[in-house]
């Protein structure tokens, strides 16, 4: 017998559906809350980043060096002035005093600096590359993990292509600010410094022309920085909308052609593409326009120091190899300048992608297991609903104080209209969603007191579009079983009326089913979804309309395996079609958020009904 709880009765008090965190908006994150995130998240790569930046920082004495052996060229062996103090302890009196030992002292210290350099490029691209990507992946591997707990709402309302994007591009932001932007923006900083102090050294009033430039070119960075920031957030976005427009078409090509599209849909995406390049020309343009501000004003600056340098000179206060060396030094300073600038203006991009990244792990999961989850190893099966309601915007109830109970092994026949709420009340069962108010519970239990992995064991579903993925027969009907047999599998096939055509493929059970099981049909594809179904032996069964898709031959075969696969399992069966639930115990009617519940007449078996089904000669 049934139960049908009226509204009022005995309950637990309502407990509030966890509510979606509200999250900053991506481009109004601070950056020093970037930093603190950041901060977290690279910790298991902390001690390889400071040696990455060691090994930059290495570079620093080597390109200082490399305008040194000019000098002593040019002072000490064209000239006749003394080798610099600390070569002078280091060079033996034979070499120094000889054109030929200066002249290979000079050679061979060109070789052993450039050297270097070529050991110092080398050791930090293999460790950057080596954590960079490790980094990227312990980053992608949390955002996937923390995207599948979030609730079907998210993806509902963000669509694939969206998650996808941030998982492929903004999480490769985890390596590219602290790699690529942050340590190089260092190591050009701590080479002004150098290049500065080293002219201080030499001669300061050329020092002053250099550190003049300072303000100008803070000016123009930050300037820069601000107009990249807000164009690279609509940039992403219009990278987004083009993704989405892709993967939205090509994952309906059959729609588009039956209804001759194809052009409509290339336009779209000409229209988003088109923006999205409009976008990187605009950031181009941006990009240039700080460029050729930045060298002219690097260019002003080298001219003043050009002629300060010859008229010191001229005058005797500067000996001709140290004003080449100042003019060297002079010359060098554009690369870390315009190093230095540039990481600003792409730390925007990276800056972006990684607050989109993090606006997605701020979200808190709808559904969350309390402190201490109860275990489940199987259910009996039986079902309650006690004054539940549901609502998924807050406003408008899809289900409204709806109470009945199932006893364990009765067959459930759902109908009402679309959109009545009839793929909510199964989404509520699985805990896909917790209700607004009210308690579900499984053998008495509230569904949110068990463990969560627990629970979704108890439940083996079956849907009007059978999913697959890519991979083998195999590999689909172990899905919900990943540790069983061969031999299992094999079984579960033949209960499912699968293992006859499967038999037939060239490679049987090794046989590759495609994108979406698009090299199977539709027969093919619903059966191998029962199989995966028996294999999982769970105590309730979900069965949403998987014949309605089908032709009335093979919806013969499938309501067979149905019959024997709903024998002694909790079945709930939604049916948009009332001739679907001639096996059903009960008929669930749903009604503008109300539920009513009515016995059904004993019926004949549907391995009965698929005998009796016309087969169209």
């Known amino acids: 017998?049934?139960?049908?709880?009226?509204?009022?009765?005995?309950?637990?008090?309502?407990?509030?559906?966890?509510?979606?965190?509200?999250?900053?908006?991506?481009?109004?994150?601070?950056f020093l809350s970037l930093a603190r995130h950041l901060w977290v998240l690279v910790a298991p790569f902390r001690g390889k980043l400071a040696l990455i930046l060691l090994v930059t920082l290495l570079a620093i004495p080597l390109n200082l060096l490399l305008p040194l052996p000019l000098k002593i060229g040019v002072d000490s062996i064209l000239g006749s002035r003394p080798l610099p103090p600390v070569l002078?302890?280091?060079?033996?009196?034979?070499?120094?005093?000889?054109?030929?030992?200066?002249?290979?002292?000079?050679?061979?210290?060109?070789?052993?600096?450039?050297?270097?350099?070529?050991?110092?490029?080398?050791?930090?691209?293999?460790?950057?590359?080596?954590?960079?990507?490790?980094?990227?992946?312990?980053?992608?591997?949390?955002?996937?993990?923390?995207?599948?707990?979030?609730?079907?709402?998210?993806?509902?309302?963000?669509?694939?292509?969206?998650?996808?994007?941030?998982?492929?591009?903004?999480?490769?932001?985890?390596?590219?600010?602290?790699?690529?932007?942050?340590?190089?923006?260092?190591?050009?900083?701590?080479?002004?410094?150098?290049?500065?102090?080293?002219?201080?050294?030499?001669?300061?009033?050329?020092?002053?022309?250099?550190?003049?430039?300072?303000?100008?070119?803070?000016?123009?960075?930050?300037?820069?920085?601000?107009?990249?920031?807000?164009?690279?957030?609509?940039?992403?976005?219009?990278?987004t909308a083009t993704m989405r427009c892709v993967q939205e078409v090509l994952s309906a090509t059959r729609v588009v052609k039956a209804f001759g599209r194809e052009r409509d849909e290339h336009r779209r995406f000409v229209r988003h593409a088109t923006d999205w390049v409009k976008g990187h020309n605009h950031l181009a343009k941006i990009g240039s326009g700080f460029d050729f501000a930045l060298s002219m004003v690097v260019a002003c600056g080298t001219a003043g120091a050009l002629l300060v340098g010859i008229y010191h000179v001229q005058n005797g206060r500067l000996s001709l190899g140290d004003f080449l060396l100042v003019m060297a030094y002079m010359a060098q300073l554009v690369g870390p300048l315009d190093m230095a600038t540039k990481k600003v203006a792409e730390l925007q991009s990276c800056a972006t992608g990684f607050r989109r990244a993090l606006s997605v792990l701020n979200i808190r999961p709808a559904v969350v297991e309390t402190a201490h989850p109860r275990p489940l190893s199987r259910s009996a099966g039986t079902v309650a609903f006690k004054d539940v309601s549901f609502s998924?915007?807050?406003?408008?109830?899809?289900?409204?104080?709806?109470?009945?109970?199932?006893?364990?092994?009765?067959?459930?026949?759902?109908?009402?209209?679309?959109?009545?709420?009839?793929?909510?009340?199964?989404?509520?069962?699985?805990?896909?969603?917790?209700?607004?108010?009210?308690?579900?519970?499984?053998?008495?239990?509230?569904?949110?007191?068990?463990?969560?992995?627990?629970?979704?064991?108890?439940?083996?579903?079956?849907?009007?579009?059978?999913?697959?993925?890519?991979?083998?027969?195999?590999?689909?009907?172990?899905?919900?079983?990943?540790?069983?047999?061969?031999?299992?599998?094999?079984?579960?096939?033949?209960?499912?009326?699968?293992?006859?055509?499967?038999?037939?493929?060239?490679?049987?059970?090794?046989?590759?089913?495609?994108?979406?099981?698009?090299?199977?049909s539709g027969g093919e594809r619903q059966r191998i979804s029962l199989a995966r179904a028996f294999l999982r032996d769970a105590p309730i069964l979900i069965l949403d309309e998987p014949t309605s898709s089908l032709d009335v031959h093979t919806?013969?075969?499938?309501?067979?395996?149905?019959?024997?696969?709903?024998?002694?399992?909790?079945?709930?069966?939604?049916?948009?079609?009332?001739?679907?639930?001639?096996?059903?115990?009960?008929?669930?009617?749903?009604c503008h958020g109300h539920v009513t519940l009515e016995p059904l007449p004993a019926r004949p078996s549907l391995r009965e009904q698929a005998l009796t089904v016309p087969i169209p000669a």
């Open 555 to 590: 919806e013969a075969g499938i309501i067979e395996a149905m019959e024997e696969l709903m024998r002694g399992r909790t079945t709930f069966l939604i049916a948009h079609r009332v001739s679907t639930l001639r096996n059903c115990d009960l008929q669930l009617n749903l």
């Open 88 to 239: 002078q302890t280091l060079v033996p009196a034979s070499i120094a005093a000889s054109s030929n030992g200066m002249l290979i002292l000079v050679f061979a210290m060109y070789v052993a600096i450039m050297l270097g350099n070529q050991l110092q490029g080398l050791a930090l691209w293999l460790l950057s590359s080596y954590t960079g990507e490790r980094m990227i992946l312990a980053f992608r591997s949390r955002l996937f993990e923390h995207l599948q707990r979030l609730c079907v709402s998210y993806h509902d309302e963000h669509g694939p292509a969206d998650s996808a994007y941030r998982l492929q591009h903004d999480a490769a932001s985890i390596k590219q600010i602290p790699i690529d932007v942050v340590i190089p923006f260092i190591r050009s900083t701590a080479m002004l410094a150098g290049i500065v102090t080293l002219m201080l050294m030499i001669d300061w009033e050329l020092a002053l022309i250099a550190l003049g430039l300072a303000p100008l070119i803070f000016g123009l960075t930050n300037e820069c920085g601000r107009r990249l920031r807000r164009k690279w957030f609509e940039v992403k976005q219009t990278e």
């Open 392 to 520: 998924y915007d807050g406003k408008r109830n899809v289900l409204h104080r709806t109470s009945f109970t199932i006893p364990a092994g009765t067959r459930v026949g759902i109908v009402g209209r679309t959109g009545g709420g009839k793929s909510t009340l199964v989404n509520l069962l699985t805990r896909f969603y917790d209700p607004t108010e009210g308690v579900i519970s499984l053998d008495g239990v509230d569904l949110r007191d068990y463990r969560l992995a627990d629970l979704r064991r108890q439940f083996a579903i079956v849907l009007q579009e059978p999913v697959l993925f890519s991979g083998t027969i195999a590999d689909n009907i172990r899905y919900g079983r990943p540790d069983c047999t061969p031999a299992e599998i094999e079984r579960a096939a033949r209960a499912a009326h699968a293992h006859a055509f499967i038999q037939t493929l060239p490679d049987r059970y090794a046989t590759e089913v495609g994108d979406r099981g698009g090299r199977l």
């Open 1 to 30: 017998m049934y139960l049908l709880n009226q509204p009022g009765g005995s309950a637990r008090p309502a407990i509030p559906r966890p509510k979606r965190e509200p999250v900053a908006a991506p481009e109004h994150v601070s």
